[in-house]
């Protein structure tokens, strides 16, 4: 059977890490491709940003390498840029993703910003606007490539409808 992709779209602290989590238990065996394990990876600690490109290209390779194994694959990153994710996602699908589902976690920034304090790495509220003013210039859309695309305010209400398929 040929693997699924889940590709989590959202503000940092918007939950999609822990969604992350339950979906791979909802879809094991599967694979989360982490930006901030990543970072971890590349750099020794998640706060650390790194060079933007080298994040993508280590997690394109990961991504496609879950693909390619016959493993469901778990993107969590924000995945702000409508670039990136059409390129993702035509990567993807060329190398063997049967179904890929996008996942908008829209929280509201307040919240996001909120949990943004409350965790060791801490974002830029200046950050946080730009990557507001990115996702309402160009949210994500199912011409991207979507064949599926769950928009919703709580990672929780995602878990809930996957869960009652």
Known sequence: MRPSAHILIGLPGSGKSTLAR???????PASIVSSDEIRKHLYGDEAI??????VFRFARSNLLAAVRAGRNVIYDAT???PRFRRLTLHELRENGARWIIGY??????PICQQRNRDR??????AV??????????SPPSFHEGFDELVITGEAVQICADVEGR
């Open 120 to 125: 060791h790495r801490i974002v830029p509220d």
């Open 79 to 81: 995945n702000i840029n």
């Open 104 to 109: 908008w976690l829209d929280v509201p920034l």
């Open 49 to 54: 940003q790194g060079e933007a490109a080298r």
């Open 22 to 28: 339950r979906l791979a238990e909802l879809y094991a």
């Open 128 to 137: 946080l606007l730009r990557m507001v003013e990115e996702l309402r210039r």
